[in-house]
């Protein structure tokens, strides 16, 4: 059975005044999150992230469709009820969100005052979660006394404090610069690995998503246009919205003016190279290549970690006889695509075309 | 300075008649705001308890009430002290309409702090299963408590400003005393006198309130 399960979820939020017309937020989602999963959900602004993800603790109740947290329908349940399932699942914000009436301490135990756990354990408990955050020393500060990065900090421990099952992280690092969104992150993975807690992270960063999540889901106008592991929709996205985020992290294709710029500058074919890690793969390119006595250099690309496997997009120049480069691609085999970069949508340039991307 | 010393015993127990207006009157008006002025913000649109019916009732007795000169309020309320406080002049009736009119007052300053509050910390109580009323109570009232004292000073002012026309309906106290004594017997010593009081009580009040919110603002 899934943690979280959407099924056909529709969030429709009527016209705010007369004349305007009702915002469809969320359009007919279905997905589900593994158990112990790390799922992200990237899309830009308005896309509806926000609104799917207050679906799933019921912050905002739906139009239609069904939201299953542990097999439970929450749609159905009553006040009360609802209460008693949000205690099990963490949330964690863009701007932190803490109480700044109250300590770094007591901003942690507000869940647990809500359980109605007994004052010594809550102490206790809030000392261990501080000890987690590594924010022992920080106990009696106001938020206000910190840094963006321990706030968040503060938000993580106080989401987990109640041992939910889920977190529900809202952009919880687009507040950061990059080297605190860095350690809220591997916070984060930790939370996962370590506590065996399922996390829905929403994003606009692919970086994010390519860090952490297990599984992506991409959405655009309230609908999940894109979903699958994280490496398949990286290496092979399907739709420009997804090819548009995953253009943010690796450098792609050279397109347009910087097309134009290397055609300048290179004599022969311009070749993109595309390789996973199921091959050794960049390596037997360069090689058949080199055999074939075809003439190469690299002039643009880079190698990419996504969650610890390889994924590379690598343009060079090649020099040769048309026939030669056609037999030596045709022996690089699977793991491998090579398309001419041109400036129209690119073309398949060779009978190595294959592997990964057509399964 | 004779006359002051022959005036004195009068001033204490003038300011004291007053203190106790004030106090009484900003005691229910205080209290009566904060209700009023929480349930106004909890039952607006989108509000964590949100009744568009009573939210409605309440905006409406509200801007009806509060833009009424107290001079005439207090006046018109006579029949309406009598049933409730037993007589319609006096102190006590003076008290009533106060703490009344205080009540109108201070719950749009109440709604005014509390609308302000960042949505996001309710929302987050809320992510964590917090509900309505604990919502209130642990998040609405300690995270705008600072902008609360400061509104709350702002209102003791205004009730000392009120207190002054207590006479009106037989009332007693500092305001009524500068009156009676001061201005209608062309006795400028008692106007002074009791000027001289209000204003120290006044910054007194001032003072305090700032204290006390500096220091729930921590700045
Ligand atoms: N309470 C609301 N009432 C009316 N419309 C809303 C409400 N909340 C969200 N919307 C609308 O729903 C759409 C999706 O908003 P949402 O906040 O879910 O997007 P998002 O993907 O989280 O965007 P961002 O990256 O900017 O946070 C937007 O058009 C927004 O205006
Ligand atoms: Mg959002």
Redesign the pocket.
């Known amino acids: 059975m899934p943690h979280i399960s959407l099924v056909d979820v529709t969030k429709t939020?009527?016209a705010?005044r007369r004349g305007e017309r009702p915002?469809t937020?969320?359009d007919g989602v279905t997905l589900d999150v593994e158990r112990g999963q790390v799922y992200g959900i990237i899309?830009?602004?308005?896309?509806?992230?926000?609104?799917?993800v207050?679906l799933v603790n019921g912050l905002?109740p739906v139009t239609s469709g069904s939201v299953l947290v542990d097999g439970v329908d929450i749609t159905t349940l009553r006040p009360r009820e609802l209460r008693r399932v949000r205690q099990g699942i963490g949330m964690v914000f863009?701007r932190f969100n803490l109480l700044r009436s109250r300590t770094v301490a007591r901003n942690v135990a507000y869940p647990l005052e809500v359980a109605r756990v007994p004052r010594a354990q809550r102490q206790a408990k809030v000392a261990e979660l501080l000890e987690f955050v590594g924010l022992t020393e920080h106990a009696d500060a106001y938020p206000e006394q910190l840094s963006g990065g321990q706030q968040q900090r503060v938000g993580i421990a106080r989401a987990l404090a109640a041992d939910p099952s889920i977190l529900l992280a809202?952009?919880a690092t687009s507040a950061l610069d990059p080297e605190t969104t860095e350690e809220v992150l591997s916070l984060l993975g930790r939370v996962n690995s370590e506590l065996g807690v399922t996390i829905v992270v929403?994003t606009?960063e692919m970086e994010v998503v390519t860090r952490i999540a297990h599984r992506v889901a991409v959405?655009e106008a309230?609908r999940v246009v894109e979903e699958g592991p994280t490496y398949d929709v990286f290496t092979a996205p399907r739709t420009e919205t997804a090819k548009r985020f995953v253009r943010t992290v690796v450098r792609a294709l050279p397109e347009g003016e910087e097309l134009a710029a290397l055609r300048a500058r290179h004599e022969g074919r311009l070749l993109t190279i595309s390789f996973t890690d199921e091959a050794a793969s960049q390596a037997r390119v360069f090689g058949a290549l080199a055999r074939a006595g075809v003439d190469f250099h690299l002039v643009h690309g880079g190698v990419d970690d996504i969650q610890g496997r390889v994924y590379g997009l690598l343009t060079i120049a090649v020099d040769g006889d048309d026939a030669a480069i056609r037999d030596a691609l045709a022996q690089v085999g699977p793991g491998v695509t090579v398309t001419e970069a041109t400036a129209e949508p690119a073309e398949p340039a060779g009978p190595a075309e294959g592997g990964e991307r057509d399964g | 300075m004779d006359e002051v010393v022959e005036i004195l015993p009068d001033l204490l127990e003038q300011t004291g008649i007053m203190l106790q207006i004030v106090g009484l009157g900003m005691l229910f008006g205080g209290a009566g705001g904060l209700v009023v002025g929480t349930a106004l913000y909890v039952t607006r649109r989108?509000g964590i308890l949100a009744q568009p019916v009573v939210w409605w009732l309440l905006n409406t007795l509200v801007n009806v009430f509060r833009p009424i000169p107290f001079i005439i309020f207090i006046a018109a309320l006579q029949p309406l002290a009598r049933v409730v406080v037993g007589k319609g002049i006096g102190t006590d009736a003076a008290i009533f309409a106060i703490a009344l009119a205080a009540t109108f007052g201070i719950a749009r300053i109440v709604e005014q702090n509390l609308v302000a509050l960042d949505p996001g910390v309710i929302e987050a109580a809320r992510a964590m299963g917090a509900g309505p009323w604990r919502i209130i109570r642990t998040v609405v009232l300690p995270e705008a408590l600072g902008p609360l004292i400061l509104g709350f000073t702002f209102a003791v002012i205004a009730v000392v400003d009120m207190s002054a026309v207590a006479g009106l309906v037989g009332g007693e106290g500092l305001g009524n005393w500068a009156i009676t004594y001061g201005y209608r017997q062309y006795n400028p010593v008692v106007t002074w006198s009791a000027l001289a009081v209000i204003v120290v009580i006044v910054q007194l009040i001032q003072v305090l309130g700032n204290t006390l919110a500096r220091k729930v603002l921590r700045r």
Not at chain 1, 43 to 52: D, E, I, R, V
């Open positions: 939020f009527p705010r915002v937020a969320v899309g830009y602004s308005g896309a509806g992230k926000s609104t799917l207050r905002e863009q809202d952009e929403i606009h959405m309230g | 989108g």
